[in-house]
Nanobody, 129 residues
Framework: QVQLVESGGGLVQAGGSLRLSCAAS????????MAWFRQAPGMQREFVAV???????????YYTDSVKGRFTISRELGKNTVYLQMDSLKPEDTAIYYC???????????????????WGQGTQVTVSS
């Protein structure tokens, strides 16, 4: 099993920045990729960004179109932590942000919610206009 704990959410004005962290514990060696999803009120949980988690020095990462150029996903394997740096935040970025872990090895990291096996409790991000 893998446990995921997010932190770093909060209230910020439009144009501001936040950095989310997700600390993984347990059988972290079983993870193939780590991702961030978000869920706004009344909406389905949607993909934000993903990064491969294997121990290789090379890695893949992907972003949903609406955050490209503004958000950056990164990992620190030694700390079993994945980050989401969010810059130029917009009110439409307001949501609960969830960290997720995939244990299945794939050709490329998945952007599909149903492929993820482990989830954190979420952290609220609110962007005021």
């Amino acid at each position: 099993q893998v446990q995921l704990v997010e932190s770093g959410g909060g209230l910020v004005q439009a144009g501001g920045s936040l950095r989310l962290s997700c600390a993984a514990s347990g059988r972290t060696f079983s993870l193939s990729s780590m991702a961030w999803f978000r869920q706004a009120p009344g909406m389905q949980r949607e993909f934000v960004a993903v990064i491969s988690w294997s121990g290789s020095s090379t890695y893949n990462f992907y972003y949903t179109d609406s955050v490209k150029g503004r958000f950056t996903i990164s990992r620190e394997l030694g700390k079993n932590t994945v980050y989401l740096q969010m810059d130029s935040l917009k009110p439409e970025d307001t949501a609960i942000y969830y960290c997720a872990g995939d244990r299945d090895y794939r050709a490329y990291p998945s952007t599909v919610r149903q492929d993820y096996d482990y989830w954190g409790q979420g952290t609220q991000v609110t962007v005021s206009s």
